[in-house]
């Protein structure tokens, strides 16, 4: 089993760039944009490293309105 996958809650899918696409209204663009959020580094290059849980975080805050 995948280390993230151990932390999905019940709505959340393995595939973060599948959970991108239900939260984002452009997907691709926002996968490939530097975000403040996460030190200026895009969304992509967190995909598959240790750091993709800090990825995960930040679709749960944008998911439910926690982020502005």
């Known amino acids: 089993m995948h280390k993230a996958a151990a932390t999905l ?3 959340e899918s393995a595939d973060l760039k599948h959970e991108v696409a239900r939260i ?3 997907p691709e663009v926002w996968l490939h944009t530097p ?4 030190g200026g580094e895009s969304p992509i290059d967190l995909i598959g490293t240790p750091e993709e ?3 995960r975080d930040l679709l749960r805050a944008i998911k439910h ?4």
Do not use: E, I, S
Not at 35 to 38: A, E, G, P, Q, V
Not at 65 to 68: A, P, R, V
């Open 53 to 55: 849980q800090r990825l």
């Open 24 to 26: 984002v209204a452009d």
């Open 9 to 11: 809650f019940a709505d």
């Open 35 to 38: 975000n403040m959020h996460l």
């Open 65 to 68: 309105g926690m982020l502005l």
